[in-house]
């Protein structure tokens, strides 16, 4: 007997970009969906571990009626809060994107209902990067999801948020708020 989860989830692979004309687009492709815990490990236990992808590559798991795109109606109101990792630095990042996983699907990084809309993992040349996607910039609700973020992730560093306007309109990253 399966465990259903409080919604569906999609799971998304960036491909690296080998030749400039790709886009974002061609590079970014829904994997699977899922409703359960058994088929979560299930698709977990059977694709590459975080630490395994290449540069240039991302995963997303996203609630599945919202792309993870800036773009989304659900997204675009709201942010990320950022993680990254230097590659030197000893940390079992696969670990930390199935403990930030089991934390989303489970519905304990949030107050609100749906504030958190998914979770991305993002391998580039110097870092591990994990970001935790926002449906507002709403402060209560995101010092909560702040909080809950940086539990999951076991760490005590401060932790940026940046409004996905700011990323994308205005090209600086400037954080709209540390936590
Ligand atoms: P990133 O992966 O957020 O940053 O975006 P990083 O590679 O510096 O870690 C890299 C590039 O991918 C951006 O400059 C955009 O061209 C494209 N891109 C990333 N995101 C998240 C989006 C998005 O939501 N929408 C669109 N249209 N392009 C995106």
Known sequence: EKHPLNCR???WYTKPQV???ETWNDLLKPVITFSSVEEFWGI???IPQPSELPHKSDY???REDIRPEWEDVKNAQGGKFNKSYNHKRDVDINKVWLNICLALIGEVLQDNEDEVNGVVYSNRKHVYKIALWTK???KKNLFTVGEKFKEVIDTDDL???YSHSDAYQKNIMKPLMMI
């Open 9 to 11: 989830w999609t799971l």
């Open 19 to 21: 030749d400039e004309n």
């Open 44 to 46: 977990f236990n059977s």
């Open 60 to 62: 997303h798991l996203f």
């Open 136 to 138: 507002s910039t709403d």
């Open 159 to 161: 932790i940026e948020f």
